[in-house]
């Protein structure tokens, strides 16, 4: 039985996680499913990519069943099975569209991090995003520490790892992480209208601005006014600049 596929809706992508009788825990067949839409990605036909669940929790990260086998391994044969999930944030952080996240019932652990590692968030009313490893005695991986740092207050990140406690896609929301608070069931509805949104608009363009806003994390001010510079130079010579300033002198949707 295969616990993970992608669904081809001609513009975008849709990544299910199909593993819903574990509450979407993280799979071989949810990376490959991953992986190979984060690849397909380049087509210049897709627009997005939405990373989605059945039954109605997003993902609950790793399988602890499939952990605690873990411990017959060698610390060099567990790093190895680590950088295999931190694989999968790298390939949606490196993704040419942006990518989006539709969140029901909550993300938990990894599952958390594969959310907040998408451009945009759209989650369900009641949903849950946890980091509680430390109740197996474990630490935050796939780059959640990260994502939890840049994204919330430093009392906040530490009162989700050190004390595991939930925190409300409500509450994301008021703090920005969130984009859409969605009714219950619909999270993947409003994803597609955002997918729809950015099928309308300038798919080169689009891309630079994802990696500029990446890399504006961890550059200087002064090596991002480069690469602004760099980047903006480029666009106003190409074929969607000439088309949007055209569009918007001649008062009229631009065709990209």
């Given at each position: 039985m295969t616990l993970a596929r992608v669904?081809?809706?001609?513009?975008?992508?849709?990544?299910?996680?199909?593993?819903?009788?574990?509450?979407?825990?993280?799979?071989?067949?949810?990376?490959?499913?991953?992986?190979?839409?984060m690849e397909r990605a380049a087509e210049p036909r897709i627009r997005a990519v939405i990373l989605s669940s059945e039954g109605g929790f997003f993902c609950a990260g790793g399988d602890l069943?499939?952990?605690?086998?873990?411990?017959?391994?060698?610390?060099?044969?567990?790093?190895?099975?680590?950088?295999?999930?931190?694989?999968?944030?790298r390939a949606i952080r490196a993704c040419p569209v942006p990518v989006i996240a539709a969140v029901e019932g909550g993300a938990a652990g990894a599952g958390a991090s594969l959310a907040l590692a998408c451009d945009l968030l759209v989650a369900a009313e009641g949903a849950k995003f946890t980091a509680a490893y430390v109740k197996a005695g474990l630490v935050p991986d796939a780059g959640?520490?990260?994502?939890?740092a840049r994204m919330l207050p430093r009392q906040?990140?530490?009162?989700?790892?050190?004390?595991?406690?939930?925190?409300?896609?409500?509450?994301?929301?008021?703090?920005?992480?969130?984009?859409?608070?969605?009714?219950?069931?619909d999270?993947?509805?409003?994803?597609?209208?955002l997918a729809d949104a950015l099928a309308q608009g300038p798919r080169g363009a689009q891309g630079v601005i994802r990696r500029l806003v990446a890399e504006a994390y961890e550059a200087s001010e002064a090596q991002q006014l480069d690469a602004e510079r760099d980047a903006?130079?480029?666009?106003?010579?190409?074929?969607?600049?000439?088309?949007?300033?055209?569009?918007?002198?001649?008062?009229?949707?631009?065709?990209?």
């Open positions: 669904d081809d809706r001609g513009d975008r992508l849709v990544v299910v996680n199909m593993n819903s009788a574990r509450r979407g825990a993280l799979s071989p067949d949810l990376y490959a499913a991953i992986a190979e839409a069943n499939v952990l605690i086998e873990r411990r017959k391994l060698s610390e060099p044969e567990r790093r190895s099975k680590v950088d295999l999930l931190h694989d999968l944030i959640l520490t990260s994502a939890l906040l990140t530490m009162e989700m790892c050190l004390l595991a406690r939930p925190v409300s896609a409500g509450r994301m929301a008021e703090l920005g992480v969130v984009n859409v608070l969605a009714a219950p069931g999270a993947e509805a409003q994803a597609h209208v903006m130079a480029r666009a106003a010579g190409g074929d969607e600049a000439a088309e949007g300033i055209a569009a918007f002198l001649d008062k009229r949707k631009p065709r990209f």
